[in-house]
């Protein structure tokens, strides 16, 4: 079993729905970073995360530390959104390295 | 700034021959590191490094070495290069540590055959 899971693997949706990733973890972390790999395949970091949430814009990132969860969540969706979400965690007891999930395959239509 | 440069975009190797991928940044990030990318799976962590002279071992380092004698450059060399080799590679880089927001390369696609 992967110490990252994120579901769904795939996700389509109409224009201007919301969206919601989910990020599951099995160990404990001490930070969690959102990252989003465009079509061509450039990745940029959304958010990192400890506790709490964040909002950048349209996007609201959630991490339950309790629960090993975290939530990216999508406001007014818009087909430039289409992209593949991924998250990944530093372990606790682990050096400065992350763990990726295998990523969410995001296509928003017009 | 460029950011995380990497080159080359593309390369096509013969299984045996070895090759260097290049990784540059000009943001004066002391955390550098090496990934590859494969269909079905995650980012997997090749190497790391938290400062210039200092380089560590990620999760799938066999048949990969790398060295830090600058703050900007992170080359990624392949001794011996085998179609299990054949990837997406990227390089990103951070202020001194993992939990910083990170910066990636575009990366290079390599092709062994």
């Known amino acids: 079993k992967n110490e990252v899971e994120q579901s769904p693997q795939n996700l389509t949706a109409q224009e201007g729905e919301f969206i919601t990733i989910n990020c599951s973890y099995s160990v404990g972390i001490s930070a969690l970073h959102w990252l989003q790999q465009h079509p061509g395949g450039g990745i940029v970091s959304l958010f990192m995360l400890s506790s709490g949430k964040k909002k950048h814009g349209r996007l609201i990132a959630t991490i339950n530390i309790q629960e090993k969860h975290s939530s990216l969540h999508?406001?007014?969706?818009?087909?430039?959104?289409?992209a593949v979400y991924i998250?990944?965690?530093?372990?606790?007891?682990?050096?400065?390295?992350?763990v990726f999930g295998q990523g969410t395959r995001l296509t928003i239509n017009p | 700034n460029a950011g995380v440069t990497q080159t080359p975009k593309f390369q096509v190797l013969k299984t045996g021959q070895s090759m260097t991928?290049?990784?540059a940044q000009d943001m004066n990030h002391e955390?550098?590191?090496?990934?590859?990318?494969?269909?079905?799976?995650?980012?997997?962590?090749?190497?790391y490094s938290v400062g210039a002279g200092i380089t560590d071992q990620g999760e799938v380092p066999n048949g990969y070495n790398v060295s830090r004698s600058t703050t900007e450059d992170f080359p990624l060399r392949l001794l011996s290069a085998a179609p299990s080799q054949t990837s997406v590679y990227f390089c990103a880089s951070s202020h001194w540590d993992i939990q910083e927001t990170q910066y990636f390369g575009p990366g290079t696609r390599l092709l062994v055959l």
């Open chain 1, 74 to 82: 999508i406001t007014a969706s818009h087909p430039r959104d289409s």
């Open chain 1, 87 to 98: 998250c990944a965690v530093r372990l606790i007891q682990g050096a400065q390295k992350l």
């Open chain 2, 21 to 23: 991928l290049q990784c």
């Open chain 2, 31 to 47: 955390y550098m590191s090496w990934y590859r990318q494969d269909p079905g799976m995650g980012l997997r962590l090749i190497h």
